[in-house]
């Protein structure tokens, strides 16, 4: 059969016209990959040889044929929100790059509060050291102040790990407040 339609002849005699198919789309072609921005020649570049702007377009194909091959590969999962981070996250974690920021004056509380019991804990360990060096405190004083007071840091560092949580900070930090207190009535008692 003639691509036309009609049908043919072979020696004179005309042929049936075949029983007709679809047209066969055609081929899908293979996208053409971009092209590649011409590479500068081995020539070193002098000032003013060359146009700043024939300079730049070269950087700027080659930084847009790489935007624009990464760009189907980009994918951006949404941020959770507060109250899934508390019940899907583990208690204490780093926080990972689609969690969302902490509240501005959630962070300034526990920064705060970490600040006054480091400024007391401080205190407390350079009235321990000056004791320890001049006086003789009790055998118990020494071993109890270091094993309370790396608690406490702990802890205090706990309540940063645990800051998307919604409670669990505060009393991080409440219990951080505990070994201090304990810290400060070994010491007050002791010497």
Do not use: F
Not at 23 to 31: C, D, G, N
Not at 77 to 94: G, M, Y
Not at 117 to 131: E, K, M, P, Q, Y
């Amino acid at each position: 059969m003639h691509p036309s339609g009609s049908p043919t002849t072979h020696g004179g005699a005309t042929a049936e016209p075949e029983a007709r198919t679809r047209p066969v789309p055609p081929r899908a072609q293979p996208a053409k990959p971009a092209a590649q921005p011409k590479r500068p020649t081995g020539r070193p570049h002098r000032p003013g040889a060359e146009s700043a702007t024939h300079a730049g377009a070269w950087l700027d194909n080659a930084l847009r044929a790489d935007d624009t091959a990464t760009q189907d590969l980009t994918w951006v999962r949404p941020a959770r929100r507060p109250h899934q981070a508390d019940q899907d996250a583990p208690a204490l974690r780093l926080p990972g790059p689609y969690d969302p920021a902490p509240d501005s004056r959630r962070m300034v509380g526990i920064c705060a509060w970490a600040a006054v019991l480091g400024v007391i804990g401080t205190a407390i360990a350079l009235r321990a050291l000056a004791a320890l060096i001049t006086a003789a405190p009790p055998g118990w004083y020494e071993p109890t102040v270091v094993a309370v007071g790396v608690l406490g840091m702990a802890l205090t560092a706990a309540a940063y790990l645990a800051v998307h949580h919604t409670w669990l900070p505060w009393a991080l930090l409440g219990a951080a407040t505990v070994p201090l207190a304990a810290n400060l009535t070994a010491t007050i008692v002791a010497l």
